[in-house]
């Protein structure tokens, strides 16, 4: 039946039932939080509110076997050296590193100071303080920020040169979040598959701010990796040369064509490698659609994924 324009319109069911989910969402949380402080309590003598914040113990060197790399505006060391870049996605700066069965993602800037830049109601002095308070404060509305850390065994606090950091032990995923003392600056790499507290503090010893070079200077020295076969080497100067200029489609397909190459633990390419590098080439693409080289590859590397 016909309405006049100004005649308010009755919710259906769809939109009714669609509130009442999100509203029982919003219930559901607290009683969520409750549960996994319990078996934090349980599993690890945490207080109920949160885990006690310790000071770390970093080594002053990095033991042997770390590779040292720097990405994304960070400077880092890892145990092994076969890192391969699995994701990369330039304009969120945020990467993924794949060596055998471990993953390590990097994000640059940390999701605390993120939270800090949108959520300025709450009047924290600079994202590290509300970092150290969504990890150990008993208010609720930290608290819940907390439900992502999945009940962490230890959480640390660390002080380097013009840098306040913070390193989350887990079984599930290990954490470092490395913050600037001017607040300009923050990063954080995860341990996806968990990790030792030696480990953790050995990177955690290795990470810092590091001012990137020019973006044509990583691209000259991704080709000269390249030409000494160095694949890896190449994957790393390529990605912070798309980083700095992520609309560059000859950076993006040199990235592309260096992932393509990595391989599985059984010897095979594909998997998320050759989606990583599709993905990139789509993207060269958009920007410069008569990219023949680009074409070429992708239309190999889909045929290859195919097979």
Not at 142 to 147: E, K, N
Not at 167 to 194: C, F, M, P, T
Not at 221 to 229: E, M, T
């Amino acid at each position: 039946m016909w309405k006049p324009l100004d005649a308010p319109a009755k919710p259906g069911k769809l939109q009714v039932i669609a509130v009442a989910l999100i509203a029982l969402s919003f219930l559901h949380m607290p009683g969520l939080f409750v549960l996994s402080r319990i078996e934090a309590m349980q599993e690890h003598a945490e207080p109920f509110w949160g885990p006690r914040l310790q000071a770390a113990q970093l080594p002053e060197q990095v033991p042997a076997g770390y590779t040292h790399r720097h990405l994304l505006g960070v400077a880092f060391s890892l145990p092994s050296d076969n890192w391969q870049i699995a994701a990369f996605e330039p304009r969120e700066s945020t990467c993924i590193l794949v060596s055998g069965d471990n993953l390590v993602q990097l994000e640059n800037p940390a999701f605390a100071h993120i939270l800090y830049d949108d959520m300025y109601y709450l009047l924290e002095k600079d994202a590290a303080t509300l970092e150290q308070k969504s990890l150990t404060s008993p208010c609720m509305v930290y608290s819940l920020f907390r439900l992502i850390e999945d009940c962490p065994a230890g959480v640390y606090k660390f002080c380097k040169d013009n840098c306040t950091g913070f390193a989350v032990l887990n079984s599930y995923a290990s954490r470092i979040k490395l913050y600037s003392d001017d607040g300009a600056q923050s990063a954080e790499i995860y341990l996806r598959h968990g990790s030792s507290a030696p480990d953790l503090f050995a990177v955690a010893a290795s990470m810092e701010f590091a001012a990137p070079a020019p973006a044509d200077r990583y691209f000259a020295q991704g080709q000269a990796c390249l030409l000494s076969n160095d694949i890896i080497g190449a994957q790393f100067a390529f990605a912070n040369a798309c980083w700095l200029e992520p609309d560059n489609p000859e950076y993006l397909f040199m990235l592309a064509g260096a992932i393509s190459e990595n391989t599985r633990p059984d010897g095979t390419r594909g998997g998320i490698y050759l989606a990583t590098a599709r993905h990139l080439l789509k993207q060269a693409l958009e920007i410069s659609p008569e990219y023949m080289e680009a074409v070429e590859l992708l239309e190999a590397l889909t045929a290859l994924e195919e097979e």
